[in-house]
């Protein structure tokens, strides 16, 4: 009997650690691949996901935004050359303070906000008008990635006074 139980124990906690050593999550809050870095990645509140992904150390450098879930990315935008970077500035307001990453595509303009008081999330805007924000899951507790990464793919504004966003925005850099 107790050789029995010893064994029955033996599988059942070999079968356990093996598990817990192999989990994998029911799902992910990226849509970044293994080997790229994640400059920010979040779950939505609509489910859907949006990240900001960059090469691994040592490829060619890229900075792609991807939105959609994992089976079905809706969007992406790949920048490879510098003249057509990301931007990023920490926009100041009276009471706090958002650090912001956009691109433009079109006549659409896409950033990813993250509010040093708020949820993070992704908008979407056109002719100065917001056609869709997103907040992510949980607020910052799902955020995944690196939002300060220095890039020649990023354009880096510093502090920048809320009243001057439409200039970086909306004006030829």
């Known amino acids: 009997m107790t050789s029995t139980f010893s064994r029955i124990v033996r599988k059942f906690g070999f079968a356990l650690a093996l598990a817990s050593c192999h989990q994998v999550p029911a799902h992910s809050t990226s849509l970044c691949e293994a080997h790229e870095k994640p400059v920010f990645s979040c779950e939505l509140k609509n489910s859907k ?8 150390d040592g490829a060619p450098s890229y900075i792609e935004y991807r939105f959609g879930k994992p089976a079905k990315i809706e969007m992406t935008h790949r920048v490879i050359r510098p003249d057509q970077a990301f931007q990023r500035a920490d926009f ?3 009471n706090n303070a958002v650090d ?4 433009r595509n079109g006549e659409h303009l896409y950033d990813v906000t993250m509010p040093a008081r708020g949820a993070p999330a992704v908008e979407v805007w056109k002719n100065r008008k917001i056609l869709a924000h997103i907040e992510c899951k949980d607020g910052w507790k799902n955020v995944e990635g690196v939002t300060d990464l220095k890039s ?9 006074d809320v009243s001057n966003r439409d200039k970086l925005w909306y004006e030829k850099q």
């Open 49 to 56: 996901i949006v990240s900001i992904c960059t090469a691994p």
């Open 92 to 94: 100041i307001y009276g």
């Open 100 to 103: 912001t990453i956009w691109f």
């Open 152 to 160: 020649p793919l990023i354009i880096d504004h510093g502090e920048v």
